[in-house]
């Protein structure tokens, strides 16, 4: 099965709030990841969490994670036309590889 | 480099001919890894070299691929007897070594007629 599954797409109104979730599967993941990928683009590391964490804040970005249930989420808060991308959220593996999720595209909608 | 630098950007090629994609990664990254992007799928991770540690080679699709990284910098995915599967984004990424936040490339976009 999947390592990191993602839900497929989002459409949200530019200034309200998007949350993405992901689930993964691998408790002994040290660091979860969100990546943000423009249309045409590279991966660009949004921001990531420690696992001994359940909050990270870094201005516009919240990270949530619930380690019980292996459940990762972003919320964008003030969403503008610029954050309309596919955001990936990726688990460590061993060798430091990254496990990713299919993507969710969010299209935001002026 | 400022950042991980793939090239070609974009490759076309026939069914059946050899491809090399290049990475240059950032300078005093020892960690990098190619990873591949295929239409509508997430990232699908092919290989991992660290320092001057055996690669990690346990997600090459089959024996066509093939990479290397040369003095420890720049790596060259090989790809024999293209398919039109193989079509897809090839990304590489680098990061320093114990560090797990990884800089990606641009990608290479291969397309196998």
């Known amino acids: 099965g999947e390592d990191v599954e993602q839900s497929l797409f989002l459409s949200v109104r530019e200034g309200d709030s998007s949350v993405i979730n992901c689930t993964y599967t691998?408790?002994?993941?040290?660091?979860l990841y969100w990546y943000k990928q423009e249309p045409g683009a590279g991966l660009q590391l949004l921001t990531y969490?420690?696992?001994?964490?359940d909050m990270k804040q870094d201005q516009r970005l919240t990270v949530l994670l619930n380690k019980k249930d292996k459940h990762l989420s972003l919320r964008i808060a003030d969403t503008q036309t610029g954050d309309s991308a596919i955001y990936f959220c990726?688990?460590?593996?061993?060798?430091?590889?990254?496990?990713f999720g299919k993507g969710n595209q969010v299209v935001v909608i002026p | 480099g400022a950042g991980v630098s793939q090239s070609p950007s974009n490759k076309v090629t026939e069914k059946g001919k050899d491809v090399e994609l290049r990475c240059d990664p950032i300078?005093?990254?020892?960690?990098l890894y190619w990873y591949r992007q295929s239409l509508g799928q997430g990232l699908e991770f092919l290989i991992y070299?660290?320092?001057?540690?055996?690669?990690?080679k346990s997600g090459l699709p089959s024996d066509r691929f093939s990479a290397e990284r040369t003095g420890g910098s720049v790596s060259t995915l090989t790809i024999q007897r293209t398919q039109q599967e193989d079509s897809a984004v090839y990304l590489c990424?680098?990061?320093?070594?114990?560090?797990?936040?990884?800089?990606f490339g641009q990608g290479t976009r291969l397309t196998v007629v």
């Open positions: 990424a680098s990061s320093l070594a114990r560090q797990r936040q990884a800089f």
């Open positions: 300078s005093g990254h020892t960690a």
């Open positions: 990726a688990e460590s593996k061993e060798n430091n590889r990254l496990a």
């Open positions: 691998d408790s002994s993941s040290t660091y």
């Open positions: 969490i420690f696992s001994n964490m």
């Open positions: 070299f660290q320092g001057n540690s055996a690669p990690d």
